[in-house]
């Protein structure tokens, strides 16, 4: 084979191979590590308040308000809608059609998580007994919520300050008991996969951190090998919806022991060393 051949021949090679390395599918990295809820010294529970609930209104006990929360990657809580119900107080009939608004948060310290939700409502109340139909009359009213979650029951219990106010009867305002059943399969635990890759002086690729609900959360590693303590450090960071979140969890590269992790998610504390 002539010395132009062969070098041609190398250089087609060469591109070839170029291609191969270039067009292999993202994620195929050669660390990867599973990390569960329960592997860690002091487990820490994530609680994701996502859900459908069902509260009784404090000051119409014969009224059920029923909504849907959100909580993003801060830890922020939202809801809005709309609710209908009939109460029957003292011989008077009252048709309640509002709408109401929810905003809270959701923190963790020392593993206590604990909601704080205010929710405002607005709407109408049409009032009438066996003599006289009063019409229908301005209604609002306002709640807040400050309620503790249970690891051992998956519920949230607290308190609740309530005021109703209706056009022409007045307010009425009054404190109770709050106790709430979280979503079907939010007990707090979760496994967190890392995928990175091989380079000791920079570890670069990406992390899925799953919630109890299934609810994943992406995060965007980056790591470092020391090899005098013989462990990686891992920087994780959640972008876009994800952005408030963060993780750094620090492994023993011989035996893949957990040493540390902490963080934030979802607005709660990570701290375990």
Known sequence: MGAKVMVKFLKQG?????????????????????????????????WD??????????????????YTLAQDAKGKITSSGNAACSVYEQGVH??????????????????????KLSLKLKGTAHVYDNYEDYGSLKFSGSEKITAEVDTIDNTI?????????????????????????????????????VEASDDPKKMVGVSTLTLANDRPIVLSVKGKYNTKKDEIKFTLKGEDEFKGCKL??????????ILSIKGKVLGQKIMCK
């Open 94 to 115: 009252i048709d309640l059609d509002f709408d109401f608004d929810i905003k809270g948060s959701i923190k963790q310290r020392n593993g206590i998580a604990t909601a």
């Open 14 to 46: 060469l591109i070839l191979m170029l291609g191969v390395l270039l067009w292999m599918p993202p994620g195929l990295y050669a660390y990867e590590r599973t990390i569960s809820w329960d592997e860690i010294t002091c487990p820490t529970n994530i």
């Open 49 to 66: 308040m996502t859900g459908t609930y069902d509260e009784e209104v404090p000051e119409f006990p014969t009224c059920n308000l029923t």
């Open 157 to 193: 219990e607290g308190t609740v300050k309530m005021k109703v106010c209706v056009q022409k009867a007045g307010c009425a305002s009054g404190t109770a008991s709050y106790y709430d059943v979280l979503p079907v399969g939010m007990d707090g635990t979760w496994t967190l996969n």
């Open 248 to 257: 750094a969890p620090k492994i023993d590269e011989s035996t893949g022991d």
